[in-house]
Nanobody
Framework: QVQLVESGGGSVQAGGSLRLSCADS????????MGWFRQAPGKDSEFVAG????????YYVDSVKGRFTISRDNAKNTVYLQMNSLKPEDTAVYYC??????????????WGQGTQVTVSS
């Protein structure tokens, strides 16, 4: 059973930083690749970043490369998204999800309630 809870969102000014967390209360976290997605008002959900089950492989959408870092701590059943140099266009609700090991952009629909990130200019 996978149960994901996102946290860490907030309101920051452009150029600021936030670290999002996604905790999984299930027993199989360490065997799953994980991803972060976001959805801005009026827009479709967008893949942001993915990480393999060991943490060794990561993948990012071009718009966040060099600014965001995904990581995981399997001992804590948690995946993180460190977001630096935030821009107003990063404003969205951010979700984590289990993703396909062979395609990090393919979420499997386990996302939680999400966490709101608002970046003001």
């Amino acid at each position: 059973q996978v149960q994901l809870v996102e946290s860490g969102g907030g309101s920051v000014q452009a150029g600021g930083s936030l670290r999002l967390s996604c905790a999984d209360s299930g027993r199989t976290f360490s065997s799953h690749a994980m991803g972060w997605f976001r959805q801005a008002p009026g827009k479709d959900s967008e893949f942001v970043a993915g990480i393999g089950w060991t943490g060794g492989n990561t993948y990012y959408v071009d718009s966040v490369k060099g600014r965001f870092t995904i990581s995981r701590d399997n001992a804590k059943n948690t995946v993180y998204l460190q977001m630096n140099s935030l821009k107003p266009e990063d404003t969205a609700v951010y979700y984590c999800d289990v993703v396909e090991a062979s395609d990090y952009e393919a979420g499997m629909g386990y996302w939680g309630q999400g966490t709101q990130v608002t970046v003001s200019s």
